[in-house]
């Protein structure tokens, strides 16, 4: 039942099935994917992890009121937990594809929008989602839209900076007048192109990869 799915779930899920694979790929997670993808990185799961607009690890936070403004219908203490959310046109607006062209948007909401569970982002706010910033990991890569609502570039930056201390290679990105719709908007292949530059700096190649 989609209500009742949590964050502790899906990485299970995921750990699972790269335990199945006969060696380590590369994760490439965005949002709450992003989250996943650094927790994984965590158990050893990973080649390289890739964390776009990476929805923030328990304990990084912000008080910027886009950020706010844009998670509120997904972490709303009041609303029922188990029931699932579905984003409006206009919330969707405000969240992943604000400044693009009206078509543009209307064309994101129809094909992608989904209801999600309320429990997932939730629990980013508990032990689950819980980052040993100092731990070594392999390289990650940190990925931020300039124009982000949902997950503001401030606080990419800041979750970069908690691993200020860790002795594993992480980088930072930031692509300017991108939004939280970073890898549908268009001219994509911008971000895309970055990303298999970074792994090639890393001496990991695109038969590597695998989507988180």
């Excluded at 992943?96 to 209801?115: I, K, Y």
């Excluded at 569970?117 to 940190?142: E, M």
Aim: with cysteine; glycine share 6%.
């Amino acid at each position: 039942m989609l209500g009742t799915l949590d964050l502790q779930q899906v990485v299970e899920a995921f750990a699972k099935t790269i335990r199945s694979l006969a060696e380590k790929p590369v994760l490439i997670g965005h949002s709450m994917g992003g989250l996943v993808t650094q927790l994984l990185l965590q158990k050893d799961l990973a080649a390289a992890g890739i964390a776009i607009d990476s929805a923030p690890p328990v304990g990084v936070f912000t008080t910027a009121w886009p950020f706010f403004k844009a998670n509120w219908g997904h972490i709303n203490p009041f609303a029922k937990q188990d029931q699932p959310v579905a984003m409006t046109f206009k919330r969707f607006q405000y969240c992943f594809v604000n400044g693009m062209p009206l078509d543009e948007q209307r064309s994101a909401f129809d094909r992608f929008t989904v209801p999600e569970s309320r429990r997932v982002p939730r629990q980013a706010l508990a032990s689950v989602a819980k980052i040993d910033f100092n731990q070594p990991h392999v390289p990650l890569l940190l990925i931020a839209g300039s124009n982000d609502h949902l997950i503001p570039p401030s606080l990419v930056r800041t979750n970069l900076r908690r691993y200020r201390n860790s002795p594993s290679a992480i980088d930072y990105k930031e692509f300017p007048g991108r939004t939280h719709f970073i890898i549908g908007q268009r001219n994509w292949e911008e971000v895309a192109d970055y990303c298999l530059e970074w792994l090639a700096q890393h001496s990991l190649q695109p038969s590597s990869m695998t989507a988180g």
